[in-house]
Structures are given as structure tokens and as C-alpha cells.
């Protein structure tokens, strides 16, 4: 069976992502989306809540599931008995990150192969940084993100703003 990692934050999961997670069902035998912990990127949601997010996405398409991983990207591609790591691209910015890290990987297991896949065009521009830049100043995040994952980032940027407010109360 041919397995493919897609690893990520995935904070949140975007219409992107999930066009990617799509496309490679029709390469590999198997996707798996693996949620990186990632402490130093700060994430708006927590891993456990990012990983449901992700499930719920996924939910329509077969051969996918999500996991959540820390440490090496390698090791746990090799632990998972994964045949190649998945990583998006949507501009040459992108690319030289995401091709120093395929080379770096490459180096500690030379089995493991990186399979680079571009999002459609209407998903060229869209980041999770985005959406969450959106969706915290108030606009429409749904031709983004799933249903569910809007309604998570309304009601986090929703609680943000209630504890703003009272604390902008308490020193009044």
C-alpha cells in the first residue's frame, strides 16, 4: 500500500489543504494528514482541536485519516510506514523553503521520497494566516474554510473579543 504524509499545522485546515488531501487520494493508497504540534508557530487552536477540525474535513473522503505527530517529520513518516511526505506549493516563495526541507530530508532517509502538488488556482493565494487574519477582523471566511472550521474561528475570535472588552472595562 502507498502511503503519502501530509504534514502540517493546519491551523486551521483550509479549502486548500483539503483540495491537496483530494488530489493525492488519487495517487496514493492512503493519505494521512498529520497534525505537527508546533509550539513555536503559536497556534490559534490547540493540536487536539486542530486534529478534530481536520477529521471532521476528511470525513468525505476515503482512505484518509488524521493523526498528530511531534519531532522529526522522518521519523514519523518512517514509523507510519509512509512511502512519501506531501507538501503543497502555491508560489516560488514556497518553494525554496519547502525544497531545502525535501533535500534535509532526504539526507536522513534517502527511502523517503517528497511529492511537491500545487492547489488549484482559486486556492493559490489562501493560507491559514490568512483566514485567521480574516476571520479576526470580522469578515467571511466560508469561501475559505469548511462550515465547521468557520464556525470554530467565530466563536474563538468571538471569545477573544469578550475578554478585550473586559478587560478594557477593567481599567476604565
Known sequence: MR???????????????LDLVRRATKLFDQVVVAVAR???????????????????????????????FQGLLI???ETRGGQAVMRGLRAVSD???????ALLNRKLNERIETV??????????LSSRIVKEIARLGGDV???????VGRALARKFATARR??????????
Open 95 to 101: 518553494f525554496e523553503f519547502e525544497f531545502q526541507l
Open 75 to 77: 521519523d514519523y513518516v
Open 142 to 148: 466560508s469561501p475559505f474554510v469548511p462550515a465547521h
Open 38 to 68: 508546533s509550539d513555536e508557530k503559536r497556534p490559534l487552536f490547540s493540536q487536539a482541536a486542530r486534529l478534530g477540525l481536520v477529521r471532521h474535513a476528511i470525513r468525505p473522503f476515503p482512505r484518509v485519516c488524521a493523526e498528530t
Open 116 to 125: 511537491f502538488m500545487m492547489p488549484k488556482d482559486e486556492y493559490t493565494f
Open 3 to 17: 502511503t503519502v504524509i501530509y504534514p502540517g499545522t493546519f491551523d486551521p485546515v483550509t479549502n486548500g489543504h
Open 163 to 172: 475578554g478585550a472588552g473586559r478587560a478594557s472595562g477593567r481599567r476604565a
